[in-house]
């Protein structure tokens, strides 16, 4: 299929574990960021990738690890997940740089840690 | 520092209502301003942009116009439907931020029919 996707779209973990969520866009887009979503705050930008093998943090880097080693996919992981994780996470795409603005966004992977 | 505000939601109307959601920001510059929309159990989309002043930005019937006096891009659509009903968000793109686009906290909108 086209597009972005994001999996899985549901993940439950405790604390303390290590979690890794999925990014695949089909468009072979140069840019890739990864969002977080939670109520009364927007979307945050944790990481952004201008290409393969070129990684950068955002606003909310802190516990997180990206990679990109092929332009399609960029996983984001959490080494050791902690309570204040608990979000909706996007994962984006844009073949705009960061100048032209539209980025195209997977549907979502809903992270609970307990 | 730079940052938008948007008005809160929820916004909640009748079908066929005018809907406007306030956004202003403050920036140094005149960054490229965008506005995304949510629908229920889905990522973001880009609804509309303008890149400069005085530029209006206009999809699905949605309306806003880069205002550099007031420093705002309001939203607005003349007559809503029930399908309008989605989360809404404000995205400039500061140059401070090296561009990159910085949401403001969204507004949920109710349609009711």
């Known amino acids: 299929d086209a597009g972005i996707t994001q999996s899985p779209r549901y993940k439950i973990t405790e604390t303390g574990r290590q979690v890794t969520l999925m990014c695949h866009q089909t468009w072979s887009h140069s840019y890739m960021f990864w969002y977080r979503q939670d109520l009364g705050h927007g979307l945050r930008l944790i990481y952004y990738s201008a290409a393969a093998d070129i990684t950068d943090k955002g606003e909310v880097p802190d516990g997180y690890v990206v990679s990109r080693s092929k332009t399609e996919n960029f996983p984001l992981t959490l080494e050791s997940a902690t309570r204040s994780q608990t979000s909706v996470y996007f994962c984006?795409?844009?073949?705009?740089?960061?100048?032209?603005?539209?980025?195209?966004f997977g549907p979502g992977t809903r992270l609970t840690v307990l | 520092g730079d940052s938008v505000t948007q008005m809160e939601g929820p916004v909640t109307l009748s079908e066929e209502a005018f809907l406007t959601i306030n956004c202003t920001y403050t920036?140094?510059?005149?960054?490229?301003l965008f506005w995304y929309v949510q629908y229920p159990g889905e990522g973001l989309q880009l609804l509309l942009k303008a890149t400069k002043a005085d530029d209006k930005g206009s999809n699905k019937g949605f309306e806003a116009t880069y205002r550099k006096e007031t420093t705002s891009f309001h939203l607005e659509k003349g007559s809503v439907q029930v399908s309008d009903s989605a989360v809404y968000f404000c995205a400039p793109a500061f140059k401070a931020a090296g561009n990159k686009l910085t949401f403001g906290g969204g507004t949920r909108v109710l349609v009711k029919p």
């Open positions: 984006a795409s844009s073949d705009y740089g960061l100048a032209g603005g539209e980025q195209f």
């Open positions: 920036a140094t510059g005149y960054p490229s």
